[in-house]
């Protein structure tokens, strides 16, 4: 006689995210990781509460279409208890402002943060994405005493997907395909690697239609961008609660993909962003990706204003 067994939609991977700050960035990084099916609990936390209970009740409206069993608000002693804990609490940046002028401000948020927080569980990973987000990435790892590898930040992932955008509607390649990455600073210093940047091995300085140039220009345009965003709607938030999803993913279930984020650099002695694989333990390795002479220049450049900064850090 045939059987079968149908299963209960929550005996997936059981998998609890904590996102510290309900903002626009943390509300919509919560309904992204209900859509793709892949947390058993999400919990909100934000020091407005009558705020964090309407985003919880408006996102509680999704559960039946989602494997996620439940969301709702949480504190901050449960956050540090949780597997995974997204921060993204903070001041936004402003028209015209660069993230760096947010240091002093949000990093009195993060150490409020950590402070309520308490005892944290020795296996959270800890995702940053409040800005300046490699400086405060450091601070978060520095008042969490965790591991460098359980604390990264979402750093210049969402540049480099920008970038690879603008690279493939020039020459009608998929993002997937093209190999090239911005690292260093998530900001004015970061660095895109055009050196070693390819497709399927054939480097992007060769392909038609592109060239060292119009790279340069099309990782500005990518750089630039969010200051059209905040001039036009106010903010950021699809793409980064886009990418955050994609970190989240791989820490889930160990997929070990290669992915540019805020991390410690044995090398520049520093937090910045850096091609790493990304598992259930969080950052498994570096990837040593090549670059030519002007840009380890540029990478020595932002190194050490990131550690000037930081050290400078009220």
């Not at 996102?19 to 626009?24: D, E």
């Not at 054939?202 to 060239?211: A, F, N, R």
Request: charged residues 20%; proline residues 3%.
């Amino acid at each position: 006689m045939f059987k079968f067994q149908i299963k209960r939609k929550y005996n997936m991977k059981q998998t609890k995210i904590a996102i510290i700050g309900a903002g626009t960035v943390g509300a919509t990084t919560a309904y992204s990781l209900l859509l793709n099916n892949m947390v058993s609990e999400i919990l909100m936390i934000d020091c407005n509460d009558k705020k964090c209970l309407g985003e919880v009740d408006d996102l509680a409206d999704t559960l039946q279409w989602s494997t996620t069993s439940s969301i709702r608000t949480a504190t901050y002693k449960e956050a540090a208890q949780a597997d995974i804990t997204i921060i993204c609490a903070g001041k936004p940046q402003q028209p015209k402002q660069h993230r760096a002028e947010l240091v002093e401000t949000n990093a009195k948020v993060i150490r409020s943060i950590f402070n309520e927080m308490g005892s944290i569980s020795k296996d959270l990973i800890i995702i940053m994405i409040t800005n300046p987000v490699d400086i405060l990435t450091q601070l978060a790892q520095n008042l969490s005493g965790l591991p460098a590898n359980q604390v990264i930040g979402s750093g210049t992932l969402l540049d480099t997907v920008r970038w690879r955008g603008y690279i493939s509607q020039e020459i009608g390649i998929a993002e997937h395909s093209i190999e090239a990455y911005i690292i260093g600073e998530h900001g004015e210093e970061q660095v895109p690697v055009i050196s070693s940047a390819n497709i399927e091995g054939v480097p992007l300085t060769e392909y038609p239609k592109l060239g060292q140039q119009k790279l340069n220009n099309l990782a500005d345009k990518a750089r630039l961008k969010v200051y059209d965003l905040i001039d036009n709607k106010g903010g950021t938030e699809f793409g980064v609660a886009s990418c955050v999803t994609t970190l989240c993913k791989s820490i889930i279930f160990n997929e070990n993909l290669v992915l540019p984020v805020v991390t410690f650099s044995e090398e520049y002695q520093t937090y910045m962003s850096l091609p790493v694989s990304l598992g259930s333990q969080g950052v498994t390795q570096q990837i040593c990706i090549a670059t030519n002479a002007n840009e380890q220049k540029a990478l020595k450049a932002c190194a050490e204003k990131l550690k000037n900064t930081y050290k400078n850090l009220k």
